[in-house]
């Protein structure tokens, strides 16, 4: 519709690539057009079809190809358009993010396919959400897809949208779904002990079995302890430099408690096993097992482990190690605890940070350790037990009144308006605190007065 900017009429419409044109609307000889808000004028009339000329040449791409340069994405099909927007953001982002981001596309790239961006709408979304909930997950015996996830995939859908500028152009967009609170826990001192126990039974859960030792005595995330290199580890001051982390304050040094630097001795000792010599500095602690490895030795013979790059996974280990943790023993007097069997690793994280907050670490002190930017993160990591609070309270607890307090207490009851006293007992003094003045007037002066009987 033709509207008023100055004197003159000016035109605002939205082509269905998604581009959105602010024009001066001028007649067939070019000249611009008076503004009369009379819709029976001969100007109005003119504007309205002078506004439909210019639409069909922003149709045609004859005007305004400026505009037609900012948004490639909304001509483009789904998944191509996918593929163009991580090849951008490629730059911006972390490895381990540019793989989370495409984990995040792998679905709305199936369900749209060749669907072109612009066609994309908020029904779209809505019947989106509700494929993905009639999903069951790959991996686990989870009825459904979690909330978390389909948000995630929503997150996406919705910044690629922003950057194809159709993001404003769909309205009533749907909510997100509503997501657990109960994203991780700790561990009890039995489920600490069992699993620690458990891990250590068997050789082929060694890998497993030091990686849950660095987790629980350091708070480092997997991603940490995987990208972990000889240069990092400082054996004299006994302190881990963590250089590649989830965000910029998970880049920091972390002194090694005994059982900590325990661990990076056994893990010292088994690359000397497979190497022949001291590690390298710039190979990793925990080194990939599968495929070929440098070459070492007089003979230049290969070795299977490869050191120059990182290990990929410990998940069997893991799963194995918390399955028997959970299993117990029955026929050794080992209860089960059915607790452990959805324990996941990056929980050891908690449970390291909720152990710190019991010991009385301040939260500067428990920030810098794990990595945490705010106290708001360190509250959602933090998982402080029972007796914790408990002993907290009993800290600042007051002690009782002595026994003819408690019985005079006893005698003594309160309604609304005075104290009164049993029949046959008499206080020797009582103090009344009336708010306002002798006139009546409330807080005259900001004063109380005091009356003793």
């Avoid at 045609?60 to 099909?77: F, H, M, Q, T, V």
């Avoid at 859908?157 to 779904?177: N, Q, S, T, W, Y």
């Avoid at 590649?244 to 005994?258: C, D, F, Q, V, W």
């Avoid at 002190?365 to 959602?380: C, E, F």
């Amino acid at each position: 519709m033709p509207y008023q900017r100055g004197p003159w009429f000016w035109g605002a419409f939205s082509t269905g690539d998604g581009d959105r044109f602010r024009v001066p609307l001028r007649d067939n000889k070019g000249r611009r057009i008076t503004f009369n808000p009379d819709p029976a004028s001969a100007e109005y009339q003119k504007a309205s079809r002078a506004e439909e000329r210019a639409k069909e040449k922003a149709e045609r791409g004859e005007i305004a190809a400026r505009s037609k340069k900012k948004n490639p994405l909304a001509r483009l099909p789904f998944s191509q358009a996918c593929e163009k927007y991580l090849e951008e953001r490629r730059y911006e982002l972390a490895p381990l993010s540019i793989r989370t981001v495409q984990e995040r596309s792998r679905n709305p790239k199936a369900y749209f396919g060749k669907r072109l961006v612009n066609s994309i709408d908020a029904e779209d979304l809505r019947q989106y959400i509700v494929w993905r909930k009639q999903q069951k997950p790959l991996r686990g015996d989870a009825p459904e897809i979690s909330n978390r996830t389909v948000n995630m995939e929503l997150a996406f859908i919705l910044r690629l949208l922003k950057r194809a500028k159709r993001l404003r152009l769909l309205g009533d967009l749907p909510k997100f779904l509503k997501e657990r609170k109960d994203i991780g826990r700790a561990l009890s001192p039995d489920e600490r002990a069992r699993l620690l126990k458990t891990a250590s039974l068997k050789p082929e859960w060694e890998i497993a079995r030091l990686a849950i030792t660095l987790a629980l005595n350091t708070t480092m995330r997997s991603i940490e302890i995987k990208t972990l290199q000889w240069r990092d580890v400082d054996f004299l001051a006994r302190e881990l430099t963590i250089r590649t982390s989830k965000t910029e304050a998970g880049r920091r040094s972390i002194p090694l408690n005994p059982a900590g630097y325990a661990a990076i001795l056994e893990l010292r000792d088994r690359a000397k096993s497979w190497f022949g010599s001291e590690p390298l500095p710039d190979w990793f602690v925990f080194p990939r097992g599968p495929g070929q490895g440098p070459k070492v030795g007089a003979n230049q013979a290969t070795v299977k482990p490869d050191p120059t790059k990182p290990i990929s996974s410990w998940r069997s280990g893991w799963r194995a190690i918390r399955a028997a943790a959970a299993k117990g023993n029955p026929e050794k007097g080992i209860p089960p605890m059915p607790s452990l069997r959805s324990f996941r690793f990056h929980d050891l994280r908690h449970d390291a940070i909720s152990q710190l907050a019991e010991g009385q670490a301040s939260d500067m002190t428990i920030m810098q350790i794990a990595g945490h930017v705010s106290r708001q993160m360190l509250k959602h990591y933090s998982h402080i037990g029972k007796e914790a609070r408990r002993k907290a309270l009993d800290s600042i607890s007051t002690p009782a009144p002595p026994a003819d307090v408690q019985a005079q207490q006893k005698k003594v009851f309160v309604t609304k308006s005075v104290t009164k006293e049993e029949p046959g007992e008499m206080l020797n003094s009582q103090i009344i605190e009336k708010a306002g003045g002798d006139d009546g007037t409330r807080t005259r002066g900001l004063m109380r007065d005091r009356h003793a009987f």
